[in-house]
């Protein structure tokens, strides 16, 4: 049992594993952050921390030994490394949750086996199988590398004049999967968490609008049906339940709109709270590094209602230096992780603004 006073270790030292720390704190544990980054913006809120690599076994062994539970905050944690720990403590989500969402066509395949919507897919790892895809597949399409992409990273569009091989080059021939392109009407993700007994609890499905493929704004309510919205859930429960997860995990989804119908199409799933998730800090009773925390612990999960209309801004590089403007404004949340050094493409906070629900 996993009580106030013990203490979570976080794999990883960024800005999400800093706030799985806080909300720890804020419920009475003690953290150890494990991550090869001098700087990391999490140690300054951690109880303990590791400098190491991910590859360092007898590290990783005595950063196990000295937590009561293992948590990460990204989900490309090599296999090796999740064995270790594994061996050591328990570790939340499993290891078979980051193996599925680590593979673009393990991931793709495995919702395609739970019966759930998912873009057209084939993988590929040379030309003539490139070839035989883009022919099953067809253009436009979208060209991803299956393993470490991330904000619009490794991968690229293939569209009627698109030299194929030459795109594929440009992701550095990596093996990789072909994706038909959904015609969405707007990208929207659910964020829910389950226990190891089972229980399980979403958020409202929210609307993301993305800049130069980062995620630029998320609203909630994500103004979509009630059947949509009951979709949303029941496809995230359905991932949830066959992987075994514990913790809290997003689900990326494609909102498209047929014949004046909504239908859902997942794009992906990330095992680790996720940045169309803070809007809830401040935004719903519990906070999605809360609810990761009481899932991850064994705790009851905390209550997901929204407490208004919300909207979460990224601050992308040199947009956190408003943050005098931003808080003077009545309403406004600011919040900031620390990093040093502003650079572009680089999250350096958010704001949530929450705003009475419409009559």
């Known amino acids: 049992m996993i009580r106030p006073g013990c203490t979570l270790g976080i794999l990883g030292g960024g800005q999400l594993g800093r706030m799985i720390a806080m909300a720890a704190a804020q419920l009475g544990l003690k953290t150890h952050i494990y991550a090869p980054e001098e700087n990391s913006p999490a140690f300054e809120v951690a109880t303990e921390i590791t400098i190491a690599p991910y590859e360092d076994e007898a590290n990783l062994v005595r950063f196990a030994k000295a937590v009561d539970v293992v948590t990460y905050e990204f989900e490309n944690v090599p296999s090796e490394t999740a064995s270790i720990l594994s061996a050591h403590a328990l570790l939340a989500p499993n290891a078979q949750a980051l193996a599925v969402s680590q593979d673009r066509f393990l991931e793709k395949s495995f919702i395609a086996g739970l019966g759930i919507d998912v873009a057209p897919f084939a993988t590929f790892s040379d030309e003539a199988e490139l070839a035989a895809a883009l022919e099953r597949i067809g253009r436009p399409a979208v060209l991803k590398t299956r393993r470490f992409g991330y904000d619009g990273k490794g991968q ?129 009773r519990t906070s999605q590094f809360e609810q990761h925390v009481r899932a991850v612990c064994g705790w009851p999960l905390g209550e997901t209602a929204r407490l208004g209309r919300v909207e979460m801004k990224n601050l992308i590089g040199h947009d956190a230096d408003a943050w005098e403007e931003i808080l003077a404004e009545p309403g406004a949340q600011l919040h900031l992780y620390g990093k040093a050094e502003a650079r572009p493409g680089r999250k350096m906070g958010h704001v949530t603004r929450v705003f009475p629900e419409r009559g």
Do not use: K
Request: aromatic letters at 6%; glycine letters at 8%; one cysteine or more.
């Open 156 to 284: 690229v569009m293939i569209r009627p004049d698109t030299d194929p091989v030459a795109a594929w080059d440009e992701i550095g021939r990596a093996p990789s999967i072909l994706e038909g392109f959904v015609p969405f009407e707007r990208e929207v993700s659910v964020v829910a968490a389950r226990t190891a007994s089972g229980a399980f609890a979403a958020y409202d499905l929210c609307a993301n609008e993305h800049r130069h493929h980062i995620l630029d704004t998320t609203q909630v309510p994500a103004g979509v049906s009630n059947a949509t919205e009951t979709q949303a859930m029941r496809i995230a429960s359905s991932i949830a339940e066959a992987l075994d997860y514990v913790g809290v995990l997003a689900v990326e989804l494609f909102l498209v709109t047929d014949g004046g119908g909504e239908r859902l199409v997942v794009n992906e799933i990330a095992p680790r709270v996720h940045n169309s998730g803070h809007w809830t800090l401040g935004g719903a």
